[in-house]
């Protein structure tokens, strides 16, 4: 199974960017999709899940209001909507996807997630 991840940039503070992430290969059914980033000199951390089974969305509180994560379960993509960016969202991204299930109290964990993307720049100016 892989992962692509595509649509990072550069954009302006403010800007909007959409991120897209696709399984291909030999695909295992998959209970959550996720994105995480990790900025210079920093640890990678949470962004955004959508769980399949019943759609729920959770968001980091840094992104909660300007971010927006969906998908097609079927299809095996999830997407990331980004608007009113600022520098600090400045990293890169990766999409993450859980073929095991776990606990809500999980879902931000790196640990929950088994396969990964190879991640994709985003850049904000100031």
């Known amino acids: 199974v892989q992962l692509q991840a595509s649509g990072g940039g550069t954009v302006q503070a403010g800007g909007s960017l959409r991120l897209s992430c696709a399984a291909s290969g030999r695909t295992l059914s998959s209970y959550d999709m996720g994105w995480f980033r990790q900025a210079p000199g920093k640890e990678r951390e949470f962004v955004a899940v959508i769980r399949w089974s019943g759609g729920h969305r959770y968001y980091a509180d840094s992104v909660k209001g300007r971010f927006s994560i969906s998908g097609d379960n079927t299809k095996k993509v999830v997407d990331l909507q980004m608007s009113f960016l600022k520098p600090e969202d400045t990293a890169v991204y990766y999409c993450?996807?859980?073929?095991?299930?776990?606990?809500?109290?999980?879902?931000?964990?790196?640990?929950?997630?088994?396969?990964w993307g190879q991640g994709t720049q985003v850049t904000v100016s100031s």
């Open positions: 993450a996807s859980a073929t095991r299930r776990t606990v809500l109290s999980n879902i931000r964990s790196m640990s929950a997630y088994d396969t």
